[in-house]
């Protein structure tokens, strides 16, 4: 299976700062196809998750432009430019080039 | 809008079998394939299972097969999981996820394994 590791787990931030989250995946997540369908997904508290990133760099609608998604080969990153407070919440990145799906383990996303 | 929403979780005992549904409108159901996946607070996320769109191929996390079973009912815009010998270890929220790239999410379903 391909693993999918996430730091930092925990990432406290300041209103209005930026934020951070690697994802670092155990083999490259590109498909036969020639695409590399990794995805990022938000999930606020209590709520399902949401995805807001697919194939590393693309925003679902509806995503604020804030996010954005990066990488390539076995590393990737989401970034948040300026953190709001309804951002909250735990973020996952996962493979959908592979099966099993596998996702990182989550990095919670909290205000300081 | 797309919606998913699952059902048939509970409490169920050990060895016992459990089937959730999920109803899903909004979208073309027959177009898409459907997935399972689970969350539990100390393994995170996990997938579990998936169906193609005809139902024609199916595909299940190690930690399942053999005891589980997708399956869709494509005039009733529904798919199934079903779950055999469950034990503790399957204790989860449960999610219906739509499409290979697992782009909606419904609101989960909660099954407790215990007796």
Redesign the interface.
Known sequence: DVVMTQSPLSLPVTLGQPASISCRSSQSPVYSDGNT?L?W?QQRPGQ????LI?RVSNR?SGVPDRFSGSGSGTDFTLKISRVEAEDVGVY?C?Q?SH????????TKVEIK | QVQLVESGGGVVQPGRSLTLSCAASGFTFSSYSMNWVRQTPGKGLEWVAVISNDGSWTNYADSVKGRCAISRDNSKNTVFLQMNSLSAEDTAVYYCVRNWQTDYWGQGTLVTVSS
């Open positions: 369908y995805n997904f399902s998750p949401r995805r697919y679902d996952y996962m959908a099966w099993p799906r596998t996702f990182g383990q989550g």
